[in-house]
């Protein structure tokens, strides 16, 4: 019995074992400015799922997508639009309620990632710190989660709702994309 439990400890602590990421430098920044205003913001996107749409994103991404946002709406965007907060060196899973879960009034609860090749949600990475929101547009329920580091390779997003566990495969390339 003990070396089983030592096993899965072990599995364990290797699934989850990834790189933090480090501070972004000026060249970065600008890049990540530059992909934004060419409107190619690396956010990965799970498989589409029956109340949420799952997104993921570094702070390169991030800040990518505020400057794709200010060059849709024809406004500037550069270095000094930059906030601290889209800097942080941690990765967002966000949620977004599809139509179909707005009728269903699911709700989603914790947020978790976990390895392809390690089903077990036991073994999940959770959030250093996870918020969620009504968005004014009407009744468009957003979470968040706040991860400092990624699983690798394929992963799974797990989210608690009231609904039961609903899971999103993020596949390896759309993993590639996050920055």
Known sequence: MFPSFVLMLTLACGVLAS???????????EEAIALGKNKSAPVARAEPGRDFDVYIEGPIGRIAAAAEKASKERR?????????????PVY???????????SRQTIPGHIVLITREF???EAALHPIRQTGRVLETGRVYVSEAYFDRLPEGELDVAVGTNDGLQRFRVDAT???KIR
Do not use: C, G
């Open 174 to 176: 759309e993993h590639q």
């Open 19 to 29: 790189a933090q990421l480090p501070a972004l430098t000026d060249q970065q920044i």
């Open 76 to 88: 500037p965007f550069d270095k000094s639009n930059v906030t601290d907060l889209m800097k942080e």
């Open 119 to 121: 089903k077990y949600i």
């Open 92 to 102: 967002r899973v966000y949620l977004v309620e599809t139509k179909s879960a707005s």
